[in-house]
């Protein structure tokens, strides 16, 4: 409701007018008006008796005009009774009341005049009673306005008259409105396919008006009226929106299109129970979602305890080019795959560190105390390196708990792109414009697009238009849309340089594995893997150099213990000692076997691969490792007793350990 005054005269205005309510001149007679209507029906009914005695009562047609008023009462009763189905059951049977009532009315004043007693009482006390029953139902569902389920009869017109709605909540360019249901007869799925009808009734654009159920009653929903389109033109950028914070705080890179910041998180937070997740990135050529890719990265390079690795293994330097060298950047297809397949060995090496630490994830505390930022793997063009799914699906499952947020963009995350084992791992969705319905569905949640998100209304002419989903967004959020800031790559350039002070270096653990170095480069910002050493002991393990002399002086069954069949997965690794390398299987398999000796001396019960030393020390991998466990337990050295985490729980015989 909103109130002008002009001079001494005061006029009220219906605030609902966008439902087609009438809008009055005067306070009173808005008020009064939508009442007025039963009390000239009990008047039209006392006339219409009257007109029928006159041409009735006298005449010899008079015993066939009473049978055949009541025959047409009991059929208007049997109408009201039908038509009053979608209303609910109490309007049904007022309605079939009054119609009833009306016929009684017109049969017994074709015998009794209107203006004699006891018939002028009759329509004088029992016609208020019935108006006024009616007023008090309307006064009851629609809060003393406009039409029977409050919007001015507006789901009457889309054929769900049985919806009623609640008190209007109105905001800058928004609209929310309560909805009850009748229940058993209208579903939440029925009244939002009807939302265009809605929209189109009240004569604003497409995808204006949103319906959402409530997740803990059925028959209770809310619609959502945007009136005007602000996302048709991008909001200018306004810088980081908490430089020198923690990656822990939002990272915004646009507005809702009620003006309120779009908030993306990656971390997990105790203190709101958020967890931590991985993002997929998708939309169609040209809908922006490399240009969104760039504010989001603006805004975690502008935090102080974060670590961004940024992988386009496509476009090389168009789009990460302004990134300078404030953040290692590796290009081209075959390098961006050569550094996926090292980053398992990452994930293991920092969720060790964290469990030392004693932390099950990750932190600010790790960083604060130990130096470990978070990082963040961004991969443009993801299907370029999704080709090792494997690799791919164990980062996903594993990468989280570390400390490690890994997001992949793609125009089209259909199962021919990525495999549903990775998508079912990534808990965020970031949807730019799509071509179609269908490729939307491919990442939106069902809930959101029968919410009213729909992208592909977009396509690519609307560039930064987006829907977010993820972790530590409200849920009411999911399908409201939204749109980036509009800025230039020179002008995130600046904003970046200017907090390089704040910026966490590449943890040296991290680059040490993955080959990177913590220091800026000088090309434009484009970090490639360190050149190898001289001699890379894992590799040489794959060519066939000649064995050297004790590898050759084993026996053929040497190493009964590791003999495995056909099935048996093999450990993986090569047996065969490098001059001046890492020691042969036989004296890793050794010195492993020591190790879970002095485990079991010290009277530990049970060990996961984290107990265990260093794979390095051993010359090994943790795949490697994990095997021979696995291995170990087939040939009854030890018992399977369940997972820590994501490693596997072995229980230790100690009569085996002597």
């Known amino acids: 409701m909103g109130r002008r005054t002009g001079g001494s005269r005061t006029t009220e205005y219906e605030q609902s007018k966008d439902f087609g309510y009438y809008v009055p001149r005067s306070y009173w007679a808005s008020r009064f008006a939508p009442y007025v209507g039963e009390w000239a029906a009990v008047g039209g009914m006392w006339a219409a008796g009257a007109a029928t005695h006159v041409l009735c009562a006298d005449s010899e047609v008079l015993p066939w005009v009473t049978p055949g008023l009541t025959l047409l009462g009991t059929g208007l009763s049997a109408v009201a009774w039908k038509a009053g189905a979608a209303r609910g ?224 293994p496509s476009k090389g330097e168009q789009t990460v080019g302004f990134l300078g060298d404030s953040t290692p950047v590796v290009i081209g297809q075959q390098q961006c795959q050569d550094l996926i397949s090292k980053v398992p060995d990452v994930i293991t090496d920092r969720a060790t560190q964290l469990g030392r630490w004693g932390f099950d994830q990750w932190s600010p505390e790790a960083h604060a105390k130990h130096g470990m930022p978070y990082l963040v793997i961004w991969v443009e063009e993801a299907p370029r390196v999704l080709e090792d799914a494997r690799t791919i699906t164990r980062i996903a499952q594993e990468a989280r708990s570390a400390g490690i947020s890994l997001v992949l963009s793609l125009q089209k995350a259909s199962f021919r792109q990525m495999s549903t084992d990775i998508r079912s791992q990534l808990g965020g969705v970031w949807c730019f414009g799509v071509s179609q319905i269908e490729d939307a569905a491919f990442t939106l949640s069902e809930e959101v697009i029968d919410a009213g998100a729909r992208p592909d209304r977009w396509k690519n002419r609307r560039p930064g238009c987006n829907y977010l989903e993820g972790p530590g967004i409200e849920e009411e959020r999911f399908p409201v849309p939204a749109r980036t800031f509009d800025v230039g790559s020179d002008e995130l350039s600046e904003a970046i340089e200017a907090h ?53 002086a084993l026996p053929v069954d040497h190493e009964p213990e590791l003999e495995c069949g056909p099935e048996d997965e093999l450990p993986e690794d090569n047996e065969m000692e490098l001059p001046g390398g890492r020691p042969p299987r036989k004296q890793a398999l050794a010195m492993l076997r020591s190790s879970i000796e002095e485990l079991a001396a010290r009277g530990q019960t049970e060990l996961t691969v984290r107990d265990l030393p260093d794979p390095e020390l051993l010359g090994r991998t943790r795949q490697w490792l994990s095997s021979t466990l696995a291995q170990f337990a087939r040939e009854g050295l030890l018992v399977e007793s369940g997972t820590v985490g994501n490693a596997t729980r072995y229980t230790l015989p100690l009569h085996n350990a002597a």
């Open 500 to 552: 390089a002070d704040v910026r966490a270096p590449l943890w040296e653990p991290t680059a040490r594995i993955l080959g990177l170095s913590t220091k800026p480069t000088s090309e434009k910002g484009t970090a490639v893997p360190a050149p190898k050493p001289a001699q890379d002991n894992d590799d040489l393990d794959a060519l066939p150099l000649p064995e050297d002399d004790e590898v050759a």
């Open 89 to 312: 059951l109490s309007t049904r049977l007022h309605a079939t009341a009054t119609t009833a009532l009306g016929g009684l009315w017109l049969t017994a004043s074709s015998i009794v005049a209107p203006w004699t007693q006891p018939m002028t009482g009759l329509c004088l006390y029992g016609g208020a009673a019935v108006a006024l029953s009616w007023n008090i139902r309307r006064m009851l569902r629609s809060g003393g306005e406009g039409g029977g389920d409050g919007t001015g009869g507006l789901f009457e017109k889309i054929k769900l008259a049985g919806v009623r709605t609640g008190q209007v909540a109105v905001a800058p360019n928004k609209v929310v409105v309560p909805l009850a249901l009748p229940a058993g007869e209208v579903s939440i799925e029925d009244v939002q396919k009807s939302a265009d009808k809605v929209a189109q009734v009240l004569r604003l654009h497409k995808g204006s008006v949103r319906i959402t159920g409530d997740p803990d009653d059925l028959s209770r929903g809310e619609m959502t009226i945007v009136p005007q389109d602000v996302l048709r033109k991008p909001q200018p950028w306004a810088g980081p929106s908490h430089p020198g914070g923690s990656i822990t705080d939002p990272l915004v890179a646009g507005l809702y299109e009620d003006n309120e910041p779009q908030c993306l998180y990656l971390p997990g937070d105790r203190k709101t129970q958020r967890q931590a997740t991985h993002y997929v990135v998708q939309g169609m050529n040209g809908s922006g979602k490399s240009h969104g890719a760039k504010l989001v990265w603006a805004e975690i390079l502008t935090r102080i305890n974060v670590n961004l690795l940024v992988l386009d």
